[in-house]
């Protein structure tokens, strides 16, 4: 079991459709992370939210839009994407770690969207 | 920036048999976190073992335990008495920050 919740996990879209993917933890911690992941490939960061705030976009074209509504929740608005968009999404969170604070955690993933882009 | 270079694109090994996975890292920073994630077809990335880069004490977690040489920028993970469900993609991946970048990746096959 995962305590980071994606929905849905499987999603097939449009190039012309709007969708959005969500992600839901309550271990109380207050950064979220959206990483892309081809198959065979690393993880790649998207976008970091930390206390509710964006703190780290990684020059993620606009067709992405991330949003988080409170500390649990954060959602990714998707709209015109693309067939190479294709690529399973995975949600992280961590406890807040300040810039090298005494206390970092590790980053906890949930399953991941498997998006298909047609 | 922090770079993460796994130089082992795949590897076996037999059941009930230890194997080493490298990683090395550059970075110039000196206070920084170290980790090993798992990830089975199922696609979940699972944590194996983690390294704060200021302990030179290896950290050990049953059968997985790493090898962090600070010096030499290296930090790999060995895997004793291998089992068929440790067989998944394993990731090196550098924490500074809130910054988690990962290496290419390893996928590790263990054979009955």
């Known amino acids: 079991d995962t305590e980071v919740t994606q929905t849905p996990k499987h999603l097939v879209m449009g190039m012309t459709n709007k969708k959005s993917l969500k992600c839901e933890q309550h271990m109380g911690h207050r950064a979220m992370y959206w990483y892309k992941q081809k198959a065979k490939k690393p993880p790649e960061l998207m976008f970091v939210y930390s206390y509710e705030k964006l703190s780290i976009n990684e020059s993620v074209p606009s067709r992405f839009s991330p949003e988080c509504p409170n500390s649990s929740l954060l959602n990714l608005h998707l709209h015109a994407l693309q067939p190479e968009d294709s690529a399973l999404y995975l949600c992280?969170?961590?406890?807040?770690?300040?810039?090298?604070?005494?206390?970092?955690?590790?980053?906890?993933f949930g399953n991941g969207t498997r998006l298909t882009v047609t | 920036a922090q770079t993460v270079t796994q130089s082992q694109p795949e590897m076996s090994v037999q059941e009930a048999e230890t194997v080493t996975l490298s990683c090395t890292y550059d970075?110039?920073?000196?206070?920084?976190?170290l980790f090993w994630y798992k990830q089975p077809p199922s696609r979940q990335m699972i944590l194996v073992i983690r390294q704060e880069a200021y302990k030179q004490q290896n950290a050990t977690e049953n059968r997985f335990s790493v090898n962090f040489q600070k010096a030499a920028k290296s930090f790999s993970l060995k895997i004793s008495d291998s089992q068929l469900g440790d067989t998944a993609m394993y990731f090196c991946a550098f924490l500074y920050g809130n910054k988690l970048v990962f290496g290419a990746g390893t996928i590790l096959r263990v054979k009955s």
């Open positions: 992280a969170s961590t406890i807040e770690g300040q810039l090298m604070s005494s206390y970092n955690s590790p980053l906890h």
């Open positions: 970075t110039s920073e000196n206070n920084y976190y």
